[in-house]
């Protein structure tokens, strides 16, 4: 990026009068990701890895999960999208996103760490797809001004896992598009599995099922999904698999002798 266009962005960024203190509580997400991110939302000053096909949705959703709940005051926070020159603004507004609190930057060239630096001190969530590997020298400058801040510095692309110190990764598993069937129709949304892992979700982590999007393009739980079934020893005939009980204990399926199943 030229230093006039930098210089450019600092003034836009001064201008807009955005508040450069630190935040203490959470950064916001979309209410249907709140099960799955440990907190409820996002810690101020992490970074956070998105991984696995269609990381740039997730992306999407966190961006608008924060510029529709962020702000001091709930009512909307601000974003800057950094080398995703195919950030979908339409996709974003569909997904509950407010197009004028996003300061995008398409093209930061080598000058990428200056900008993320620059937009760390007045946003609330950076959405970085780095050109390159991070060096150790922008990684602890840019975590450092994360963590002062309050800004959560979100990573995809390629080098997204080459960032140390991130302590929680959203990924996508089991993607199925719907709306295709023997070769035509169009695609009318998708389901996923989105699973947090990391040191902020310790042990297994954390898993939801969600439509990202739904057919209306909004971010929202898949209700058709099921409880996982698990087998329980002894309590029913060998194989026969049943729901857990909600507080997780094993449940005891007990059935008459009568009725022919021992």
């Given at each position: ?182 070769g035509h129709g169009r695609l009318t949304g998708r389901r996923v599995e989105i699973v947090a892992e990391g040191r902020d979700a310790p042990g297994r982590g954390r898993r939801a099922r969600l439509w990202l999007p739904a057919p209306d393009g909004t971010v929202r739980p898949d209700e058709t999904a099921r409880p996982p079934l698990e087998l329980v020893p002894g309590a029913v005939a060998a194989g026969s698999p049943v729901h857990p009980r909600p507080d997780g ?14």
């Amino acid at each position: 990026m030229p230093e006039a266009a930098l210089r450019d962005l600092v003034t836009a960024l001064e201008s807009t009068g955005l508040d450069t203190a630190p935040r203490d509580a959470t950064v916001p997400v979309l209410p249907a990701l709140r099960t799955v991110v440990p907190g409820g939302g996002l810690r101020p000053g992490s970074v956070v890895g998105l991984d696995g096909p269609g990381a740039a949705s997730l992306g999407l959703a966190l961006v608008a999960g924060v510029s529709r709940h962020g702000g001091e005051d709930g009512t909307g926070g601000w974003c800057g999208v950094v080398g995703v020159p195919g950030f979908g603004v339409a996709a974003a507004a569909g997904m509950g996103a407010a197009p004028e609190r996003l300061l995008l930057v398409d093209e930061p060239g080598d000058r990428w760490p200056d900008v993320v630096a620059a937009l760390a001190e007045a946003v609330d969530l950076v959405l970085l797809c780095p050109p390159e590997r991070p060096g150790a020298a922008a990684v602890r400058r840019l975590s450092a001004l994360a963590r002062k801040h309050g800004c959560v510095i979100t990573l995809t692309g390629a080098f997204a896992r080459e960032w140390p110190g991130t302590r929680l990764r959203l990924r996508l598993d089991e993607v199925a598009w719907e709306g295709l069937a023997d070769g035509h129709g169009r695609l009318t949304g998708r389901r996923v599995e989105i699973v947090a892992e990391g040191r902020d979700a310790p042990g297994r982590g954390r898993r939801a099922r969600l439509w990202l999007p739904a057919p209306d393009g909004t971010v929202r739980p898949d209700e058709t999904a099921r409880p996982p079934l698990e087998l329980v020893p002894g309590a029913v005939a060998a194989g026969s698999p049943v729901h857990p009980r909600p507080d997780g204990a094993a449940p005891l399926v007990r059935v008459p002798v009568e009725e022919g199943i021992a």
